[in-house]
Every structure is written in C-alpha cells, then in structure tokens.
C-alpha cells in the first residue's frame, strides 16, 4: 500500500497544530485511518445498556466500515461480534434494533448463538474431515463497559478501557448522571455530514458564542468551565454548571431552553476517534459516527433520560432533545453546516487547518478555557505521530 | 372511523394541502404558520422512531407558540449560516376518514427534493403525513401535521419544516 507519508505535499508537515487540508480527503490516507484507528487499539462505544436493556436485544452497527452486532448475551453481559455469516460472509441481520436469542444466516441455515459461538450447520456430515466448529464462531470484539456504555476494540492488543478513557472518565460519568441511575431510550435523530470524520471531531469551544446566533439572542452563554485533555489519544471533556436561561422574551416558548431536573447542566466528552456525549440542561445525548469514505460521515443521535423520571420530566428532555441539540436543532444546526463547508476546500492541497486560540502562553496544553481550540491539537501531535507522518 | 368520500370536502383538504406545500416551496414561513389551526401542532419524526416506539422527533411544535418560534428560527435565527437550499414537495393525499366530530384524519405520501445553491438536485427525504384537519373560521388549517419519514439518514441537515 501506498505509505501516506509518501504523498505528495505530505512531507512539507512539521507543525501539528496546522494540518494539511490533504489529511481531511485523501482515499489512501482514510483507508490507513481504518486501520490505526477503527480497527487498531482504540475503544469504540457502541451502544449504551439503556439501547439494549433486556437479554438478547441488539443493535447493528458500523465500526469504521465494518458491520457489527452489539448483544446484551446474558444478564449484564455483552457481546459485539462482525455482522457477517462465519462461512460465507453474509450480513446475519439488517434489523438496527432487535430481540433474538441467535442468528440464523438465510444463506446456508449456519446458525449463530446470542454470544456469536456456532450452534449448528447444515450438511455437515459432507464436511472436510479436519473441519472444526471451533473454527467458526463470529468475529468476537474485545467488550468492556463504563457507567452502561458498551465498548469495543478489535484490537487484542489495545489497553485496559479504563485506561484508554483516561481522565475523560469523569466527564462521561457526569453526561450519564454517575452511572448507578438506569438510563431510559428517547430516540434518534441521524444524519449525514458531508465531511471528514475528524472535521466532525475538530470542533471546539472556541466557536460556541460565535457562530451559534441563538445563544446570543437568548443572552444565554457564559459560565466558567475548562477543557481537558488526555495526553495521550487526544479525547478532551468538560463538565460544569452553565448558568440557568432567563427568558429575556425571545421566545415564545421559553420553557424549551429550562432546566428542570436540577441536574448538572453541562458535560461532554470527546472519544476519539469518532463519538461525542453531550449533556446540556436537561438534555443527555450520545453522537455514535461512523465514516462513510474521506468526504461523508454518518451520526445517530442517540438521546437519553432517566428511567425513573417522572413523566413529565420525560417530556420535557424529549422536547429538548427534539427542538435544541441535533443536527437540525435551534441551538446547534448551524455546527451542521460548518462540518459540510468546512469540507468543501478540503481537496485543495495547498491549505492548511490552523490551530490558534488558546495556544498562547498556555502553560497546560491538555487544559483551557471552555472557549478555547487548544486542546483539539493533543489529538493532531497523536495523529502526526501515529500515521508516520 | 368512515372513509371520507364527500367530493367538497375532498377537494377543501387538498387545497389545504396545496397551500402547505407552496407556503414550504416558496419559503414563506409566515404562510406555513397560517395553516395551522390556533391550537395547532406541528412533528417530524422517522419511521424508526415509531416502530420502536421512541418519542423523540426531528421537530416537535407541541404547541403554538413553538410553531411561531419555529418562523424565527428560519426567518430570523439561522439567517446565512446555514446552508439554504429550495425545496420542492410532491404530495400525493392517500386514504382520508373521518368519524363526523368535524375533524379529518387524513394521511399523504411526501417525497421532498432539495437543490443546493450550487444547483445539483437530490432527494432529501419521503415518506407520509398523519393528519388531523379542523375548519376554523371557514377556512380548513391543521389541527396536528405529524411527518414521518421512511429516511431514517437524510444525505443532509434538514433546515426547513417538511
């Protein structure tokens, strides 16, 4: 394969903190990332227990470009394993989510257990005589869980999760509410952003009061929380009280933007490569992404509430999570089309991604101010690094 | 409920239907406000969401005062941040009943196209409309439009109501 760092202008990269736009679009460098990072020692959530509660729910998914299926196997148990027949490759279910105590392959009748080991086949009496079933369970991923979120690495050798999420663990712990409270399924809302995977993830607190217009009509921005990164893989949290909205009579209907669970207010964390939880008011939600090639990346906002809110509770996080924070929400659709601008300059070889604000005597890089850009670049020195750049 | 076979009530539903299109198409948001009935509401959903019976939508004006934010949103809020786009609706009204309280329950096909600014044309989502219609003041309005797209992924951010 053709080594990126062999690409023409790729030699010019000295500095992490200006990226290439080359390193957003180009086909051999995002096939190398499906190795370093989507099949290599990264932990990916793919599915919180509150998605599959009950013993034998699943859900399909993509880690990178892979289809896989995420199991609740037995009581508290999970199982992720490659969405693909053991013999011939066939995708085993089409369904995103489901109960079922096996798969059963249409192809050939190859039947699957909830934990991916064989059952049964057919015609096996006409076998090769060194055929062993042992052979043929599904593709097993590593599985870990933290606070009801399920992970999962097809790596072997990929460290612990606890230490792979690092010091981010606390701010994911605050975006669940602690991780003892059951979490209750509101719904999704997914979407294609026409850009690079790690455009997805570039963005920053630097822009918040910027682009986003509903929070200056609103007079509703502030607060004094930081950024922190690991450094190490580049994951950055934040978790802090905003202050509360005070209707300053923009909105008819200002009880959409209040907060009402008493709750902390603002948290998020960024996993890399590709997933973000946000918890902002009252409104719990996890980005799970995949990429779809160098320019495409899909994202299913996955909303939560507590299961133990009382209904009404319940319906004001739905109206939150169905009016604020997705992709088409009042507070945040304008992040929708930053992602799909940005990338349309990405093919020009000749520019750059210049990360600025918060580089300045800053004695810390893993930490800043809320609305600084500084700590993306923990991420980019990994990169550089970790692609041989 | 009966179905509704009463050729001028038929032809009143339509024209409400016509009026909410060309209101979209046209991106008057105030005329798309001005179908809905004074205590209207307003959902987009996907089909997803209700098979597995998940409240959570893409849009919900639960009451009126949401339908009038969502006109400042587009109209006011968003301005040239976003990416505009035209839309361009095809509705085709399907199965109509009523059960003689006034209200129609009437269900449509949508599939709704989308061309960019720089001027290339694709399918942004289809699927069906749930909806309940009340004559108020002699005019026919929505008293619930509820859309449910088949498209559980769009190829792009929705900025408009569908």
Known sequence: ?389 | MAALTDHDTLTLIDDLLQRYVSALDDLDMQGWLATFSSDGQYRLTTQENVKYNLPLSLMLDDCPERLKDRVKYVDEVWGNTVEEYQPRHFVQRGLSKTNGDGAYHVRSNFSLFYTSKEGHTKLLTVGRYDDVIVEEQGVFKFKSKTGIMDTAVPPRYIIYPV
């Not at chain 1, 940005?342 to 300045?360: C, D, E, N, V």
């Open chain 1, 1 to 389: 394969m053709n080594k990126p760092s062999e690409l023409p202008g790729l030699g010019q990269w000295h500095d992490h903190t200006h990226v290439p736009f080359q390193v957003y679009s180009d086909e051999a460098i995002y096939r190398r990332e499906l190795d370093e990072y989507f099949y290599g020692p990264f932990w990916h959530p793919v599915a919180l227990q509150a998605e599959i509660p009950n013993v034998n729910d699943y859900k399909s998914l993509y880690i990178g470009e892979t289809p896989v299926i995420a199991v609740h196997s037995a009581e508290g148990e999970f199982s992720v394993m490659v969405n693909a027949c053991a013999h011939r490759g066939v995708q085993l279910t089409a369904e995103f989510l489901g109960n079922a105590g096996g798969f059963t392959c249409p192809y050939h009748g190859w039947v699957f257990k909830n934990d991916g080991s064989l059952l049964s086949t057919i015609g096996e009496e006409c076998f090769p005589d060194d055929y062993d079933p042992a052979n043929y369970n599904l593709k097993n991923l590593r599985v870990e869980t933290f606070c009801g979120i399920v992970f999962a690495t097809f790596d072997p050798a990929a460290p612990s999760l606890d230490d792979f999420l690092g010091n981010l663990k606390p701010h994911m712990k605050v975006v669940v509410g602690g991780g003892e409270r059951p979490l209750k399924l509101l719904g999704y809302q997914k979407i294609t952003f026409n850009t690079n995977w790690k455009l997805f993830m570039d963005n920053d607190g630097y822009h918040a009061g910027i682009l986003h217009a509903a929070f200056r009509l609103l007079d509703f921005a502030g607060g004094d929380g930081y950024l922190e990164a690991d450094g190490h893989y580049g994951h950055w949290g934040m978790n802090y009280q905003s202050k509360d909205y005070e209707d300053n009579g923009y909105l008819n209907d200002p009880t959409v933007v209040e907060s009402r669970s008493g709750e902390q207010t603002a948290a998020g964390a960024c996993v890399r490569p590709v997933t973000q939880a946000v918890r902002h008011m009252d409104s719990i939600n996890f980005r799970f992404a995949r990429p779809m090639g160098p320019n495409k990346t899909e994202v299913h906002y996955t909303y939560f509430g507590f299961a133990d809110d009382d209904p009404d509770l319940l319906n004001h996080r739905v109206r939150q999570g169905s009016n604020l924070l997705g992709p088409s929400g009042f507070i945040s659709i304008e992040d929708s089309s930053i992602f799909d601008r940005s990338q349309k300059a990405m093919g020009y070889t000749g520019g750059q991604m210049h990360f600025l604000k918060g580089m300045g005597s800053n004695p810390d890089i893993n930490r800043s101010s809320q609305n600084d850009e500084s700590v993306s670049t923990v991420f980019w020195a990994d990169y550089k690094t970790r692609m041989g750049f």
